[in-house]
């Protein structure tokens, strides 16, 4: 009976100690995550409260037809089209909305568009990143690049 008891007490311990572990991840998205179309590396950092996401690589990063870098062309912006994607920053305003979960709004360089967006953190390797225009909505879930 005492080397159940035993073993009980270990399970309990393992499990607690893994649960710790776990929890001390919980809800930090900071890191380099794939987008899933694996195009473009995203730089996630606290920024204050806020959640900062910054391009830091393209699988293109080189635009074909003029040899040089990428740059933002579909930005409405005249200024702001000819910057370099690498360095873009794509989350606007991304405040804590409940546990691993942010709201904001993110820029997207394909239209050049600012959408309603919400994040949540879905553990150590996936980052649910949503962007919406009204009532119809659309997400994609990124890849954390390299380990923890």
Not at 68 to 93: C, E, H, Y
């Amino acid at each position: 009976m005492n080397s159940k008891l035993n073993l009980v007490l270990a399970l309990v311990f393992l499990l607690g100690s893994w649960s710790a572990g776990q929890a001390s991840d919980e809800g930090s998205p900071a890191g380099v995550w794939l987008t899933e179309k694996g195009d473009a590396r995203i730089q996630v950092s606290q920024c204050g409260s806020s959640l900062c996401g910054k391009v830091v690589w393209l699988r293109e990063a080189i635009d074909p037809a003029t040899g040089q870098p990428q740059t933002d062309l579909k930005n409405p912006s005249p200024s702001l089209a000819s910057r370099p994607m690498i360095g873009v920053q794509l989350f606007i305003g991304m405040n804590p909305a409940g546990p691993g979960r942010w709201a904001g709004r993110i820029y997207n360089a394909d239209d050049g568009g600012v959408y309603e967006s919400k994040i949540a953190w879905m553990g150590p390797n996936t980052l649910r990143v949503e962007g919406c225009l009204g009532a119809i909505c659309g997400g994609e879930n990124w890849t954390k690049v390299g380990g923890r």
